[in-house]
């Protein structure tokens, strides 16, 4: 008689799926954490995209948002005929790749040169002096960089007068500016930005470290080969997130230290400032929304290039 080959049958577990609610009642410690945020972006986010709808009306007090006329995309044509929509978008563009790359990267030093550091005192108030600048408002920041580079009385005009050397006249020249706001920009957030990197390395598995110094490896290939790739992850998230509002400038640091001089906008004027000038002089509330709205459409298409790319090269480290 032929022997029966006896047939193994596997198990199949069947995963029974929880309803939204159920997964609300069981992670309900955890979104209540999140509550605060989620106020936030629906309060701040959400809320106002109805009022979208301004960048398409000519916008009139007495008839609301929605009972005023409708004129299509007049608004768009605003930045556009003015003939300085290339000259906004590339000083807007440029200046935040440079505060992004240069931003990141000076973050990055400062949060290594503090992992390095033996002296918990000398840590501590290092890290503490670096934070200061970013608590500085902005009205101040510009008060300071007046008076350093003010032609008359400036702190730098006094020290070349008295070795005998010509006044240098910063404020009519519009090509220095952007080293000067970069510099600024730099002085004011890299202490700041710093923090998330420095938690990072923090994170960093001892062991690792440890078998590292035991393996001969010397400072500069310990972050060469342990913490610069271990802060890879963190860098191009940071990075992806800072691309989104890529052309949204800020407007406070570029205010205060231009102000209204005409001389400089060639290479200091941003989209936030023109609009701000061109709102306060005709209170055109439907232009300054239509440029709000370009503004997030090419910050929206930025973020999802940026990830499509980071995706292609690497799918771990793309944001979805």
Known sequence: MKKRKSATIQSIPIVNKKTFWQNVVKYRILILMCLPAIIFFFAFSYMPLP??????VKYNYRLGIFNSPFIGLKNFEFLYTSGKLFELTRNTILYNLAFIILGNLAAIIIAILLNELRSKWFKKVSQTMMFLPYFISHVLVGFLVY?????DTGFVNTILTNFGLEKWAPYSDAGVWPVILVIVQLWQVSGYNSVVYFAAIMGIDSEIVE?????GANGFQKIKYIILPSLKPTMIILLLFAMGGIVKGNFGLFYNIIGSNSLLYPTTDIIETYVYRATITHFNFSTASAIGLYQSLIGFLMVMGCNFVVKKIDKAYALF
Do not use: S
């Open 51 to 56: 009022g979208i709808w301004v960048a398409f």
């Open 147 to 151: 008076n350093i580079l003010n032609y």
């Open 211 to 215: 078998a590292a110094r035991v393996d």
